[in-house]
């Protein structure tokens, strides 16, 4: 893990250690111009390119609690591209960095979106590659969905 935290020591839980994410995290993985699944509204979103590389999307979810306005719905970001070697490690960096700056005060707000939305997806990004070790691919251009 090069010293990132991405990995821990602990056998059980190699992500998380001791450390548990306080909600639930919502990870959808759709292709390219199918987005039946609306991969808008994930925690991550994952969309296979026809070239065989992935577009990596942060901070969606639908959910909010009713009359409190610190709680909200929020469409997906567009955070990079990836190939199949470095999605894995760039995936374990997002929740890595849910565990380590997420919201752990107020469980309302302890979903990733709130954290994308708080620091802004170019200082998301950058949290993320500091915890990865190279730097982020810009997202490529894909197909108009279809679905």
Known sequence: DEG????????VEPLYGETYLPRKFKIGVTAEGDNSIDVY????GVVVLEDGTFNVLVGGGLGR???KETTFAR???????ADETTLPTILKAIVAVQRDHGNREVRANARLKYLV???GVDA???LVE???DFPLAPVKPMKEWKY
């Open 41 to 44: 509204i994930n925690d991550i």
């Open 75 to 81: 469409a997906a970001d567009h955070l990079c591209s």
């Open 4 to 11: 990132k935290g991405i990995l821990t020591a602990d056998p």
């Open 124 to 126: 998301f990004r950058a």
């Open 117 to 119: 939305h708080t620091l």
């Open 65 to 67: 609690t009713h009359g």
């Open 130 to 132: 500091s915890y990865t």
